[in-house]
């Protein structure tokens, strides 16, 4: 299974970007997906978890009432909006297929992991 992740750049403070991700086979379908991310200096840490059939999301504090993931399961794709960014969100963005079919918050629950796609803001 692959994992490519895109949608990432540069933007000002209070943006917002879309980020997507799509697997290469539907053995993601009955798995949950999620969103890590990992900036500079720092270790990956969880951001957003959607069930297999996206009935139930999950996400860091950091983020609530700023970003939304949701899924497409006839595409095993998996997508982040984010809005009102701030500088601290600055990080490579990551994908991924859990183990089983709800998402949790440590990387080892998870399968398969997309590429990384940059996601900078600035203030």
């Known amino acids: 299974v692959q994992l490519q992740a895109s949608g990432g750049g540069l933007v000002q403070a209070g943006d917002s970007l879309r980020l997507s991700c799509v697997a290469s086979?539907?053995?993601?379908?009955?798995?949950?997906m999620a969103w890590f991310r990992q900036a500079p200096g720092k270790e990956r840490e969880f951001v957003a978890g959607v069930s297999w059939n996206g009935g139930g999301t999950i996400y860091e504090d950091s983020v609530k009432g700023r970003f939304t993931i949701s899924r497409d399961y006839g595409q095993s794709a998996v997508y982040l909006q984010m809005n009102s960014l701030k500088p601290e969100d600055t990080a490579v963005y990551y994908c991924?297929?859990?183990?089983?079919?709800?998402?949790?918050?440590?990387?080892?629950?998870?399968?398969?992991w997309g590429q990384g796609t940059l996601v900078t803001v600035s203030s």
């Open positions: 991924a297929t859990a183990r089983r079919a709800y998402p949790g918050r440590e990387a080892s629950e998870y399968a398969y």
């Open positions: 086979k539907r053995t993601s379908s009955n798995n949950g």
